[in-house]
Nanobody, 115 residues
Framework: QVQLVESGGGLVQAGGSLRLSCVAS????????MSWYRQAPGKQRELVAA???????NYADSLKGRFTISRDNAKNTVYLAMNTLKPEDTAVYYC?????????WGQGTQVTVSS
């Protein structure tokens, strides 16, 4: 079992930056894929970015170049650096861990981008 705790969300003006953190309750070395998803009001949850155990990354096409996912295995932490934020980036951002057998989700952190 894995507990995930996100932090780093908040209110930011358009054009600003935030870095989200996701701390896992155990080592992430053996976790196949760590991901960030987001869900805006009235919309479905969507993939933002993912990083596998080998460090390969994948991004939603619309976010490439502005968002960067990274991991620090020693700290059991995955990060999402978000730059040049837009009002449409406003959402609850969720961290997810896919082990192959189970999927685990954090409770989410709110990101609000004001225009």
């Amino acid at each position: 079992q894995v507990q995930l705790v996100e932090s780093g969300g908040g209110l930011v003006q358009a054009g600003g930056s935030l870095r989200l953190s996701c701390v896992a309750s155990r080592s992430i070395l053996s976790i196949n894929v760590m991901s960030w998803y987001r869900q805006a009001p009235g919309k479905q949850r969507e993939l933002v970015a993912a990083i596998n155990s080998g460090g390969m990354t994948n991004y939603a096409d619309s976010l490439k170049g502005r968002f960067t996912i990274s991991r620090d295995n020693a700290k059991n932490t995955v990060y999402l650096a978000m730059n040049t934020l837009k009002p449409e980036d406003t959402a609850v951002y969720y961290c997810a861990a896919f082990t192959g057998a189970y999927n685990y989700w954090g409770q989410g952190t709110q990101v609000t981008v004001s225009s």
